[in-house]
């Protein structure tokens, strides 16, 4: 069984940074892949950032590749976001699943409570 929690999210400047992180049972979470997703009000949730297990091969939607990364050890999943823009405000998640399809985790049963971010002057 697989438990997450987000942490790192709140009030930031346009062109600031954030760091979140995704931590999980280490006893659990490692065998799954861990994917970023956010929602913004009024707007679909969409696929941030996915990465594997094992070797982790990591990837990040098109349009955030150069502004955001995503990393992981054996029990925490981080996404760095840099270069914050107003648009990347929203609530992110983080969700344990079986694949990374490009940036969007698939099979995602686990889910984390997700953490706010508000990119604004």
């Known amino acids: 069984q697989v438990h997450l929690a987000e942490s790192g999210g709140g009030l930031v400047q346009p062109g600031g940074s954030l760091r979140l992180s995704c931590v999980g049972n280490?006893?659990?979470?490692?065998?799954?892949?861990i994917g970023w997703f956010r929602q913004a009000p009024g707007k679909e949730r969409e696929g941030v950032a996915c990465?594997?297990?094992?070797?982790?091969i990591a990837f990040v939607e098109d349009t955030l590749k150069g502004r955001f990364a995503i990393s992981r050890d054996k029990n925490t999943t981080y996404l760095q976001m840099n270069r914050l823009k107003p648009e990347d405000s929203g609530t992110y998640y983080c969700?344990?699943?079986?694949?990374?399809?490009?940036?969007?985790?698939?099979?995602?049963?686990?889910w984390g409570q997700g953490t706010q971010v508000t990119v604004a002057s």
């Open positions: 969700a344990a699943g079986t694949a990374c399809s490009g940036s969007v985790a698939h099979g995602t049963r686990y």
């Open positions: 280490e006893f659990d979470v490692y065998r799954y892949y």
């Open positions: 990465i594997e297990n094992g070797d982790p």
